[in-house]
């Protein structure tokens, strides 16, 4: 689990993923900024259900943004699962859902603009980040271009590297590339003991952790 006191001191933002009330209520005490909710973790995360997204966004004093993915593994959508994922937006609504947290790819490892262009649309004007999906397109220069096209006003990535230490370089090149239309996150293995070299290397200016690991 990161050190949120410690860090915030440093003035970075900082985002966790939870899976359940309990690790969002530690988030919280810690200083955390926002929270990512999400459930199974070990597949990389899917959307919760709805009594834990309400539970966390009752109890929570901070934002609380939510995962919508319906299963692990690719990105590559059906139809079916595609349908899914518009439900679970909408079954979100009635909630105090600060935004939302979702990406879908073409099988040649491009962004899937139609059927993102559908989840957009159903957020509804919300905040959404495109997530690690984002590490396996093919062109991330033109994937970056076509999310902000999109209006995603945030990207999570690692930098297209295991983790976000060894890919802060690339994220250096996204957030220039960016120049300020959309926030870049820093993700993936960032600890107490890392991040400040991330964020010295990597110039992003937010940041996401797991609340996992020590």
Known sequence: MINFGLMKKKKLFLESCCTSLEEADRACALGADRIELCEDIASGGVTPSLSLAEKVI?????????MIRPRGGNFVYSEEEIQQMIKAIHSFKD????????????????????NMKRLMAEADGKPVTFHR?????????????DIISLGCTHLLTSGYMDNAFDGRFNIAK???????????????????????????????NQFHGTNLFL
């Open 95 to 114: 909630l105090n859902v600060n935004g939302y947290v979702f990406g879908c790819l073409t099988p040649e490892n491009e962004v899937d603009i139609p």
């Open 174 to 204: 996204l957030v220039e590339q960016a120049a300020s239309r959309i926030t870049v996150i820093a993700g993936k293995g960032i600890r107490a003991g890392n991040l400040q070299q991330i964020a010295e290397d990597s110039h992003a």
């Open 133 to 145: 999906a984002f590490d396996n397109v093919r062109n991330p220069q033109n994937a970056l271009e």
């Open 58 to 66: 009752s109890a929570s004093a901070i934002p609380v943004n939510v």
